[in-house]
T-cell receptor, first 112, second 110 residues
Framework: DGGITQSPKYLFRKEGQNVTLSCEQNLNHDAMYWYRQDPGQGLRLIYYSQIVNDFQKGDIAEGYSVSREKKESFPLTVTSAQKNPTAFYLC???????????FGNGTRLTVT | GQQVMQIPQYQHVQEGEDFTTYCNSSTTLSNIQWYKQRPGGHPVFLIQLVKSGEVKKQKRLTFQFGEAKKNSSLHITATQTTDVGTYFCAGGTGNTPLVFGKGTRLSVIA
């Protein structure tokens, strides 16, 4: 079964620690995206990548970093510089830029 | 930058009533996509519209893309409890990533 996998589902961290969220897809999609979802805020784009070894900042990239060393993988690191990291993080992939997005199940990050 | 506004933010309906959510873009779109997110779940793609004035139907759901390609609507006829969730529109221009509206959360009272 093809799909997009995010792990873990829930993640708890202490303030000041960096944390990396995993996102893997076996759909052979070129494009991958990271979104943050807060109550009443919809989906806000953090970073996206349309090809391996290249990625672009989205609307709210400050305090986050990504890498795209393999087509299948697009991990997101939430750094200690992110002021409000507690949120629901969604990874998505698409065949290409204009194609429909396939979302993973999300990771709910809580930082205390 | 491009903005996509979606109204209403919340809608509570009795089962069997109709429901409509509206999406407006500050710029002309090349395409618009609609997604549904069930409570506790992730967004799931419903449909994509690309042509001016396009209307598409999926069972009780009707999607429209405005003539100017700056607005869109999703209408659900005779809502059911399975329709509960948040409906998002997302507008695309060129090769830039989709911009999502804030969504309309639908509650259906049985």
């Amino acid at each position: 079964d093809g799909g997009i996998t995010q792990s873990p589902k829930y993640l708890f961290r202490k303030e000041g620690q960096n944390v990396t969220l995993s996102c893997e897809q076996n759909l052979n999609h070129d494009a991958m995206y990271w979104y943050r979802q807060d109550p009443g805020q919809g989906l806000r784009l953090i970073y996206y990548s349309q090809i391996v070894n290249d990625f672009q900042k989205g609307d709210i990239a400050e305090g986050y970093s990504v890498s795209r060393e393999k087509k299948e993988s697009f991990p997101l690191t939430v750094t200690s510089a992110q002021k409000n990291p507690t949120a629901f993080y969604l990874c998505a992939s698409a065949r290409q830029g204009r194609s429909p997005l396939h979302f993973g199940n999300g990771t709910r990050l809580t930082v205390t | 930058g491009q903005q996509v506004m979606q109204i209403p933010q919340y809608q509570h309906v009795q089962e069997g009533e109709d429901f409509t959510t509206y999406c407006n873009s500050s710029t002309t779109l090349s395409n618009i996509q609609w997604y549904k997110q069930r409570p506790g779940g992730h967004p799931v793609f419903l449909i994509q519209l690309v042509k001016s004035g396009e209307v598409k139907k999926q069972k009780r759901l009707t999607f429209q893309f405005g003539e100017a390609k700056k607005n869109s609507s999703l209408h659900i006829t005779a809502t059911q409890t399975t329709d509960v969730g948040t409906y998002f529109c997302a507008g695309g221009t060129g090769n830039t990533p989709l911009v999502f509206g804030k969504g309309t959360r639908l509650s259906v009272i049985a």
